[in-house]
């Protein structure tokens, strides 16, 4: 797991300083989507998403974002297997900055956790499936790197309830 986190981290830093005449930025009517890899905190597996927002103007505060997110993960824990697929809404707001290489946001998302645990060990009549999860609400923020007008890579942190945390990279495109 390290030598691919060194990877990535490589990866990003070699497109973050090599230079890029891209003038891309968030704009209103707009759409993003794309695929993202996640890192939950004190967790020990990766989770697969699916990210989505449109762009609106909100004269009174700015430029919004506003969208879904879709997240998937399982593991194994000796005899449990647990799976959680995450479905929820975000809402972000989007700084504006000269450097039109970089839209970094703030904002918030309310989702709802499906989650399920499973048995398969002995003394199987014991034990039994369970189901877990709930709403739960964050606060996250990032950034979009856009290396062309219409593909960004992009960056997440994630706190909120349920013990739910991390760090999330992928690609966003815009069309």
């Given at each position: ?5 060194i ?7 070699v ?9 891309a930025?968030?704009?209103?009517n707009?759409?993003?989507l794309?695929p993202s890899i996640?890192?939950a905190?004190?967790?020990?597996t ?19 974002g506003?969208?879904?997110?879709f ?5 194994s824990d000796?005899?449990w ?11 972000n707001y989007h ?6 290489k970089?839209?970094p946001?703030a ?7 499906i989650?399920?645990?499973?048995w398969?060990g ?7 499936d ?23 890579l992009?960056?997440?942190l ?5 013990s739910y945390g991390?760090?999330?990279f ?6």
């Amino acid at each position: 797991m390290k030598k691919s986190s060194i990877i990535v981290a490589l990866l990003l830093s070699v497109l973050i300083l090599t230079p890029n005449k891209t003038k891309a930025q968030f704009e209103v009517n707009k759409h993003y989507l794309g695929p993202s890899i996640g890192f939950a905190f004190g967790a020990s597996t990766v989770s697969l998403g699916a990210n989505y927002e449109y762009g609106i103007l909100w004269k009174e505060v700015g430029n919004i974002g506003v969208g879904g997110i879709f997240r998937y993960w399982s593991y194994s824990d000796g005899y449990w297997s647990y799976t959680d697929i995450v479905i929820g809404a975000q809402a972000n707001y989007h700084f504006k900055l000269k450097n039109k290489k970089f839209d970094p946001w703030a904002g918030l998302l309310l989702a709802f956790d499906i989650g399920s645990s499973n048995w398969s060990g002995p003394y199987d009549d014991y034990w039994t499936d369970d189901s877990y999860g709930g709403m739960w609400f964050a606060i996250n923020g990032g950034a979009r790197y856009w290396i062309s007008p219409t593909i960004a890579l992009s960056g997440r942190l994630s706190f909120g309830t349920l013990s739910y945390g991390g760090i999330e990279f992928g690609v966003d495109f815009k069309f």
